[in-house]
């Protein structure tokens, strides 16, 4: 299997592809598939790969600048118990840009990584949710 059939890839355009790096593998879960920072680099969790594209890359000069920022876009990473997840992140000393928010399917939050591109953290519905965090908003 080759890369292009053995993952699925997301490009985000960053400010910083080392902090970007940094990020999601130290937090979400994913491993440096190459790297060659300054410009570029792709991490990976399970069929996922995530295109980290600085400015030099070809990636983000190809981009329009009105385009090249953080959009709402987003990736969409689900967790058996989303609230253990925020709790951890938490006290990683990371913030969030929405409180949770549920809904027919599940329950989201959203994150950001240092370029501020959204990161979705999903549980779906019919799982146990602990009861120090209360749902504050419906959809």
Known sequence: MTTHDEYVSVRYLVDDVQAAIDFYTAHLGFTLHSSAVPAFADVVRGRLRLLLSGAASSGARVTPKELAVAGGNRIHLTYEDLDAEIARLRSAGLSFRSEVV??????????????????????????????????????
């Open 102 to 139: 549920s809904g027919p399917g599940g329950r989201q939050i959203l994150l950001a990584d240092p370029a501020g591109n959204l990161i979705e953290l999903f549980q779906l519905a019919g799982r146990p949710t602990s009861p120090a965090s209360p749902d504050r908003s419906r959809r």
